[in-house]
């Protein structure tokens, strides 16, 4: 298996990862006033607990990422 390169700063040959980033700013990067970057970058670790145990997302029927991975394997 080889490893394919996409175009840079394409969303759409990288959409989930844009999305993502898109995300973050919206909801965590920028939304909070962080006194520095150290202070931003602690926050980081809780915001992707939020993001992945309790934040619905509408592209998985209104679940988390958690509960759609428990589905799957229970």
Sequence with gaps: MCHIRR?????RTN???ERFIQTL???W???MPFKNAKERKA?????LSIYNRIRR???LGNRS???RLCE???
Excluded at 7 to 11: F, M, N, S
Aim: glycine content about 4%; overall charge neutral.
């Design 43 to 47: 926050w980081l670790p809780q915001y």
């Design 65 to 67: 990422p958690q509960q």
């Design 15 to 17: 959409e989930k990862a």
């Design 29 to 31: 990067a920028y939304v």
């Design 7 to 11: 175009g840079r700063y394409e969303p």
């Design 25 to 27: 700013c919206k909801e």
């Design 57 to 59: 997302h509408s592209t």
């Design 72 to 74: 799957l394997l229970c």
